[in-house]
């Protein structure tokens, strides 16, 4: 008689992966006929579901988390990034606006150098009046058509930096006028940065809540051993076998492991990698 429930609970193990494989080709969509393993019990038939389902979609809700989290982490860097385009225009306008007061200055320095090779002039031709000679009064016609020439190569500078004054004030024109263009759109950045982190901020609070209630129904150690390979591997706790292989590493399993991966009431770890494995 043991042999008889023996031999049939075969068949029905064979019925239900058949049952399984007939509906996951038909409704591939998630949600739709999860993944059953019949078992034959004595007194009848019990469909269980693999419990490493549950964590597949804990897992999928904790990236969804850590996604939520890294972005949180990332728009501070975005808004200093942006911040530091603001500075860079400011600077610009600043160095435009420098170059502006240096011709200025220069400016002025000519003109006093000028003036003061006039008085010179001015006095020599005093002194020429007073000349007591030829040679004195040859020797400060020399002066004069010096301090003449000076006057006239200043006079050539002159015109070249009110020139140049003129350039670096429509420059600074021109200057300020990007810079308000930049800085209403570098603003405008910063206040959707900040919409967006609020909006990033309220839906990590959901998702959180979400993730506690889905933790709440899962084996409380079997929870432990998922959260603890999940702060160890940093990108999942739970894998698919996919062609004899670990989805987590794509090492090579042993058929007995790709066999007991299908069994809801065995939990298999990847040889390799530590990962819990699931074959449905």
Known sequence: MSSFFSFFGLCWRLVGRLFHSFFSCRFPVPGVFSPLIFVLK????????????AL????????????????INDIPARKAEVETQLDQAKAKLAAVREEHVGVQSDLKQLEVEAEAHKEKITRYKQQQMEAQNNDQYRALLIEVANEEKAVSDLEDREIQLMEQLELSKKAIDEREAEMKEEENGIRDEQDMLMERLEEVQEDLEAQKEKRAKMAAEVEPRLLSRYERILANKRDFAVVRVENG?????????PPQVVNDA?????????????RLLINI
């Open 56 to 71: 597949l979609a804990l897992q999928q809700k904790d990236r969804k988390i850590a996604k939520l989290e890294r972005e």
């Open 245 to 253: 292989h670990c989805r987590g590493c794509n090492m090579k399993l």
């Open 42 to 53: 004595p007194r009848g038939i019990r469909i269980m579901a693999h419990p490493l389902e």
């Open 262 to 274: 299908i069994n809801p009431a065995k939990l298999v770890s990847c040889n390799y990698c530590g």
